[in-house]
Nanobody, 121 residues
Framework: QVHVIESGGGLVQAGGSLRLSCTTS????????LGWFRQAPGEEREFVAA????????IYADSVKGRFTISRDDDKNTAYLQMDSLKPEDTAAYYC??????????????WGPGTRVTVSS
């Protein structure tokens, strides 16, 4: 059984920054590719960013490229999503997901419960 937990969501003004964190349990953290997805109210879930095991490669949605950075620290069993220059349209529930390889995007099997990000204008 693989468990995924996100943290770090909150309320921020437009132009501000937040950093989300993601940890997993059940297998060695370094074995997983990790992805971030988001779902705004009334919208479909969409891909945000992903990083493969071993630290690369990374992939970003066009809507966040240049503003968001995904990274991982396998020594701390934690992945991060650094979100800068936030916009109101970034408001959503953000989900971390894990899988054996980034090649399975977007069909990752293991999902966290989500963390809420609200960007005020």
């Amino acid at each position: 059984q693989v468990h995924v937990i996100e943290s770090g969501g909150g309320l921020v003004q437009a132009g501000g920054s937040l950093r989300l964190s993601c940890t997993t349990s059940g297998r060695a953290f370094s074995d997983y590719a990790l992805g971030w997805f988001r779902q705004a109210p009334g919208e479909e879930r969409e891909f945000v960013a992903a990083i493969n095991w071993g630290g690369g490669p990374t992939i970003y949605a066009d809507s966040v490229k240049g503003r968001f950075t995904i990274s991982r620290d396998d020594d701390k069993n934690t992945a991060y999503l650094q979100m800068d220059s936030l916009k109101p349209e970034d408001t959503a529930a953000y989900y971390c997901a894990a899988e054996s390889t980034i090649a399975k995007l977007p069909a990752f099997d293991y999902w966290g419960p989500g963390t809420r990000v609200t960007v005020s204008s």
